[in-house]
């Protein structure tokens, strides 16, 4: 099993996968706790100016929980393999609509993608690892649904519902680097 900070060592030993970043995959079911991971990742490998995190709720939208690989790729992926600045849009989900912009750092040494879908297939030639949250579906559904109280559960249904069809036509796990385990996302261990 690998710790915190070997795991940012070994991930810090990969080829840049696109343009001079190391692109990272955090993926895994709603509720895994895949942004709380990322966050500790991210510090792990020297803060926010050298590993911004990309949250994928920024690029998805009401209509459109899946459909977010052209604005990641037009917005981030060819800005960062360009060696030039991105900026990306900001969906607001109270409001339902792209309400602001982000600006990610220039030539970040690693850019994490974080959330339902990060590694999937469009993304994977783009990436340096994939890591997996590696908590089943079941489980992950409790943790969300508590984490957003009972007012969001008609959501869930209907997120759960397209989450599964993704996953059955486009899963992740299968290409794993890395599988992330526990509640806290510790310990860790390669995925092969």
């Known amino acids: 099993m690998l710790t915190l900070p070997s795991l940012a060592a070994r991930l810090s030993a990969l080829a840049p996968s696109c343009g001079p970043t190391r692109l990272l995959a955090v993926d895994g079911y709603a509720g895994s706790g ?70 990610l750092p220039t030539a970040p040494p690693f850019l994490i993608l974080e959330g339902v879908g990060a590694g999937r297939r469009a993304v994977r030639p783009c990436l340096a690892a994939l890591l997996w949250m590696d908590v089943d579906a079941g489980t992950a559904r409790a943790r969300g649904e508590l984490r957003d109280g009972p007012e969001l559960a ?33 310990p860790f261990a390669d995925a092969a």
Do not use: C, I, M, N
């Open 34 to 103: 895949k942004t709380t991971f990322s966050g500790r990742l991210a510090e792990a490998l020297g803060g926010a100016d050298r590993a911004p995190v990309v949250h994928l709720d920024d690029l998805a939208t009401h209509e459109e929980f899946f459909a977010w690989t052209d604005r990641l790729r037009a917005e981030v992926l060819k800005p960062l393999a360009d060696g030039d600045p991105a900026r990306h849009r900001v969906y607001d989900w109270e409001l339902a609509r792209f309400d602001a912009f982000r600006e």
């Open 154 to 186: 008609e959501f869930w249904k209907r997120w759960t519902k397209e989450q599964s069809a993704h996953f059955r036509v486009d899963p992740s796990r299968g290409f794993a680097d890395f599988l992330v385990t526990g509640s806290t996302a510790r």
